[in-house]
Structure formats: structure tokens, C-alpha cells
């Protein structure tokens, strides 16, 4: 699985995307998705970290979930096209809700390393 993410990552310059939090705002400045702006951050500044190797406490699979949710949310074509009222949105959400449960506990020992970083 970590050879594919790595394939996944350099085939779409994720650094690149990385970079450009200011996408993921106006993607997430949608009426339903207002609220996951800082868990949207959140996951970039993971990421980012992870990629940088300053933060390896994670495992591959969370970071492949995420991946894959901040690449779907950002390009408005999946599943359920989100120029679609409301219902355009719903997949976005269920997809957003369903990560921050499963990658739960790497999500909060990163928060936590993050906040000790900035305490030194």
C-alpha cells in the first residue's frame, strides 16, 4: 500500500496541492462543509509533516485515507457532481465524516505533537 500511495502522490504533485491550502477553503466554504474547514487544514498540515518526515507517528493507512478524501472533495467531479444542489455536497460530507472517524486516533496524537511543537 505505501508503494501505491507513493505512485498516487508523484503522478498528482501532491506537494503542489499541499501548498495551496487556500483551494481547500473555497472548496470547503460551501454551505455544508463550513464547519470542516479546520479539519481540512488539519489534514494538510498532517501531510504535509508526514511527507517532510517531521511527523512519522501515522499509519499508511490513514494517510491514504486521507489523501483520497482531500483529493475528492477538492475536484468537483465524483460521485455525485457537487454543482448539484445540496444532494452534490452530501457525498462530500459522508466522505469527510467517515475519515475524521476512522483516522480518529491518528488525527488526535497528531494535534497533540503539533500543539508540543509549538509549546518549546
Known amino acids: 500500500m505505501k508503494e ?4 498516487f502522490t508523484s503522478k498528482v504533485n501532491l506537494e503542489t496541492e499541499l501548498k495551496n491550502v ?7 466554504n460551501k454551505k455544508y ?3 470542516f474547514v479546520h479539519e481540512g487544514k488539519l489534514y494538510f498540515a498532517m501531510l504535509k509533516d508526514y511527507f517532510t518526515k517531521e511527523y512519522q507517528e501515522i499509519s499508511i493507512t490513514s494517510i491514504g485515507i486521507i489523501i483520497f478524501t482531500l483529493f475528492y472533495i477538492l475536484f ?3 460521485l455525485i457532481p457537487n454543482f ?7 457525498d462530500d460530507v459522508f466522505l469527510l465524516g467517515l475519515c475524521l472517524k476512522v483516522c480518529k486516533d491518528d488525527i488526535e496524537r497528531y494535534t497533540k505533537w503539533k500543539i508540543s511543537q509549538c509549546n518549546i
Not at 448539484?84 to 452530501?90: E, M, N
Open 22 to 28: 487556500n483551494r481547500l477553503e473555497k472548496s470547503f
Open 84 to 90: 448539484l444542489p445540496i444532494v452534490g455536497i452530501l
Open 76 to 78: 468537483p467531479i465524483n
Open 33 to 35: 462543509l463550513t464547519e
Open 4 to 7: 501505491t500511495i507513493k505512485n
